[in-house]
């Protein structure tokens, strides 16, 4: 019997992010596998879940954008997620772009979106898009070998482009939280001690 008789309060939410050198390696891609390590971890704190996320994203090194156009390419199964996502990221000032299948998804949901070609489908493609500066983040999720071998190089032109990507529906919406927290509430800086302050 180990008497925990109370839940903890916490006043605070701390993310825990891991740090990978894609760009020192040169890796072809940035999709995470079990053999891969992280060079060092970094840690976002704070009272919302939003800021901590944001906070731990802008340490890596990659910030979450506050607007521009978000390029959406998703497996089927993760479509209906992808639609909240989109119509939170509309409502926070960002346009949509995405791959056909999800672009025709999208915009039978109400969705205005601007269809992008995939880099193997001809030009202009994602890679143009991202070269030109005309992207803000990235969210691709991927289901087969195939499938991911085909958006391959949607991740690594992110990555080197400097652009944010998830390769999550979690990881994205987690963004989602952290641009609104962002566009409204202002952001706040405690010490380690403030938050870990010990009863005297």
Not at 8 to 37: N, W, Y
Not at 172 to 197: D, N, P, W
Request: charged residues 20%; contains cysteine; hydrophobic residues 40%.
């Amino acid at each position: 019997d180990l008497n925990f008789l109370h839940v903890p309060q916490c006043s605070h939410i701390a993310i825990k992010e891991a740090v990978f050198p894609f760009t020192k390696l040169g890796v072809s891609d940035v999709l995470l596998g079990p053999e891969m390590r992280s060079t060092g971890e970094v840690m976002g704190i704070d009272q919302s879940f939003g800021w901590a996320f944001a906070k731990s994203q802008a340490a890596t090194g990659l910030p979450i954008p506050l607007n521009g156009a978000a390029l959406l390419s998703v497996k089927d199964t993760d479509k209906p997620a992808a639609l909240g996502i989109a119509q939170c990221l509309v409502s926070l000032g960002f346009s949509i772009t995405a791959t056909k299948g999800t672009a025709s998804f999208l915009k039978e949901h109400g969705i205005t979106v601007q269809t992008v070609n995939k880099v193997n489908e001809g030009r202009p493609h994602i890679g143009d898009l991202i070269k030109n500066k005309d992207l803000a983040m990235v969210i691709n999720t991927v289901g087969d070998k195939t499938s991911q071998e085909d958006s391959a190089p949607i991740r690594t032109a992110a990555v080197f482009g400097g652009i944010p990507y998830f390769t999550t529906m979690q990881g994205a919406q987690a963004a989602v939280f952290g641009i609104e927290a962002m566009k409204k509430t202002a952001l706040t800086v405690k010490s380690l001690q403030e938050y870990h302050r010990r009863p005297v």
